[in-house]
T-cell receptor
Framework: AQTVTQSQPEMSVQEAETVTLSCTYDTSESNYYLFWYKQPPSRQMILVIRQEAYKQQNATENRFSVNFQKAAKSFSLKISDSQLGDTAMYFCALYTGNQFYFGTGTSLTVIP | DTAVSQTPKYLVTQMGNDKSIKCEQNLGHDTMYWYKQDSKKFLKIMFSYNNKELIINETVPNRFSPKSPDKAHLNLHINSLELGDSAVYFC??????????FGPGTRLTVL
């Protein structure tokens, strides 16, 4: 069975600071992808970043980067220079070829 | 152009009624999904279709029935609505080994 765990239900960060959101997962599949999605108050689900498991290099997208530790089955998201627009719910997701598995989410608040 | 669209975005109805939510994607994706997001923001997969064929059918009451007339559309019909059905319902689509694209969601309120 596949599982995705986000152990931080809520987090906050000062504007311009850096914050890291944690995600661990479990799968017996050798090939899989990992994603971080953002859901702002508008409720639209927006892809933040994705990581292919076969790639050793950590993915980056502007201020967003991941720390992918395959052996530890860990996939954390780092947000640098936090902005007010980063306030949102963040979901970690695992894709194993036929289904997506989502974590329970982390609510991030950026404080001015 | 909207990639994944859902109608309506808001739906308020009485218990016992039957309602439908429509979803369309113009991305040429083969796989479409329905998710339910409850008040705690948990996302739960309900159904998944690949090329009009049902491939995932999670434990969902029989009152929920998906229908895919073609691979660009996946509609959700709900019979005999109950209070517990109140939630946000998301449609999504994807290609194999790629990210999902989500619709804007439909907030269903059952009174």
């Amino acid at each position: 069975a596949q599982t995705v765990t986000q152990s931080q239900p809520e987090m906050s960060v000062q504007e311009a600071e850096t914050v890291t959101l944690s995600c661990t997962y479990d799968t017996s599949e050798s090939n899989y992808y990992l994603f971080w999605y953002k859901q702002p108050p508008s409720r639209q689900m927006i892809l933040v970043i994705r990581q292919e498991a076969y790639k050793q290099q950590n993915a980056t997208e502007n201020r967003f980067s991941v720390n992918f530790q395959k052996a530890a089955k860990s996939f954390s998201l780092k947000i640098s220079d936090s902005q007010l627009g980063d306030t949102a719910m963040y979901f970690c997701a695992l894709y194993t070829g036929n289904q997506f598995y989502f974590g329970t989410g982390t609510s991030l608040t950026v404080i001015p | 152009d909207t990639a994944v669209s859902q109608t309506p975005k808001y739906l308020v109805t009485q218990m016992g009624n039957d309602k439908s939510i429509k979803c369309e994607q113009n991305l040429g994706h083969d796989t479409m999904y329905w998710y339910k997001q409850d008040s705690k923001k948990f996302l739960k997969i309900m159904f998944s279709y690949n090329n009009k064929e049902l491939i995932i059918n999670e434990t969902v009451p029989n009152r929920f029935s998906p229908k895919s007339p073609d691979k660009a559309h996946l509609n959700l019909h709900i019979n005999s609505l109950e209070l517990g059905d109140s939630a946000v319902y998301f449609c999504a689509s994807s290609l194999p080994w790629s990210e999902q694209f989500f619709g804007p969601g439909t907030r269903l309120t059952v009174l």
